[in-house]
């Protein structure tokens, strides 16, 4: 088959991203003429792509990078007149194909890049398949949220979403949450498959053996893992810990592992409140995975209304068998969270809470290591690429 992937923010393999749609491109191309479409600028690094063009060789997929200018800021004006330039050379770009896909399998967002992507496949008579990553506006209303006046802001972005949704003839999406929005407008998918973004359990142990920490110290470690913005609540962490170290309890320190436009407000924020904390920045893969290994407790601070589901970190917290702190209301995985006894949900926004159920797991060694073992199991369940990740080529390449 001639499978055409076009994922607007997924890595390329020479940055060491452990991405889905690399993940997919190279499991489909061993068998089938693949190409995947991305941009050249990095959403994760906001810079332009240093390309290894000998590593992309060596792949059994094609590589291609579009032209977008980029941004400095996720929320920004410049942000979405980059998204529509790369529309814009993209559309060029598929104009010129020298081959017909039979199959176009499309990250959603960004909508202007979908937006294009559907349009091609329609004209071409080409089968369509979303992969819903995120929502738009849904996320953005949820730093811009002003009544009425958001809702008017963002119905042409809302009004986009839809269109694509519609006309989709498959859709696969990281959340039921995320697949349930999307047939709200289009109830005549031929096939729907929620799977999470997960990970391959094989290569994260990997990671884990050559990379794990051993302390001789008698901390305990509360790890956070992903991007430093507005989405999440770190605040509530280190204001947990705070209440912790006031009633005598001071060997924790909080293990922050990522980068963001809040890095320097959350790093100010724990030294004045005078919380043992540490922020590592962006790291690779492998020593991110060793790190989370050798920390005792994860957290997943999300910030009231957000418009996430399930999200990257908490499948490498299932995959390190951590237990799990939880103050994200999305009850698909606050569901999770109870159904598996992988830690305890909180309160959102109430650091009391928080440091009440931060206590449990301090004082209850065993208590941590049962609740780990049992993320552990969700991993495998329902995180193993190696696993779920079937149903996706099958969907793929057997219409």
Not at 101 to 125: G, M
Not at 262 to 282: H, P, S, V
Not at 320 to 336: D, F, H, M, S
Request: aromatic share 10%.
């Amino acid at each position: 088959m001639k499978i055409l992937i076009i994922a607007h923010f997924t890595g390329i393999p020479n940055e060491k991203d452990n991405n889905r749609f690399n993940y997919i491109a190279n499991i489909l191309g061993g068998n089938n003429k693949v190409e995947l479409i991305t941009s050249s600028f990095s959403h994760k690094n906001k810079k332009q792509r240093n390309t290894d063009e000998e590593k992309l060789e060596e792949l059994n997929y094609k590589v291609t990078t579009i032209y977008e200018p980029g941004y400095k800021k996720n929320v920004s004006i410049k942000r979405f007149y980059s998204h529509y330039i790369m529309s814009k050379n993209l559309k060029k770009y598929l104009f010129d194909l020298d081959y017909k896909p039979d199959v176009i399998y499309c990250a959603v967002p960004s909508l202007d890049v979908a937006k294009v992507s559907v349009q091609y496949a329609k004209k071409n008579n080409i089968r369509f398949i979303i992969d819903i990553q995120d929502l738009w506006p849904e996320a953005f209303k949820m730093i811009f949220n002003i009544p009425i006046i958001s809702d008017v802001i963002f119905y042409p972005m809302k009004k986009k979403a839809n269109s694509i949704y519609r006309q989709a003839d498959d859709i696969v999406a990281v959340s039921d949450t995320y697949m349930k929005r999307a047939t709200k407008v289009n109830k005549k998918y031929k096939n729907k498959l929620s799977v999470f973004l997960g990970t391959e359990l094989k290569y994260f142990d990997e990671c884990k053996e050559k990379n794990k920490k051993i302390y001789e110290d008698n901390l305990i470690r509360l790890s956070y893992v992903g991007t430093l913005g507005h989405s999440y609540d770190l605040k509530c962490i280190i204001d947990a810990i705070r209440i912790l170290n006031e009633k005598g309890i001071k060997n924790i320190k909080f293990v922050v592992i990522g980068g963001g436009p809040l890095k320097e407000y959350f790093e100010m924020y724990a030294l004045k409140k005078g919380i043992n904390c540490e922020f590592t920045g962006r790291i690779e893969y492998p020593k991110m995975v060793g790190l989370l290994c050798s920390c005792d407790i994860a957290v997943n601070p999300i910030v009231h209304n957000a418009a996430q589901s399930i999200i990257n970190k908490v499948g490498d917290y299932a995959a390190a068998g951590l237990p799990v702190i939880n103050t994200q209301e999305c009850k698909e995985y606050r569901n999770l969270v109870e159904n598996y006894k992988i830690g305890f949900n909180c309160k959102n926004g109430k650091p009391k809470d928080v440091a009440e159920k931060i206590k449990l797991l301090y004082l209850d060694k065993v208590l941590r290591e049962k609740l780990g073992k049992n993320n552990r199991k969700l991993a495998e369940e329902k995180f193993d690429r190696n696993k779920t990740y079937k149903k996706i080529i099958k969907l793929i390449i057997e219409d």
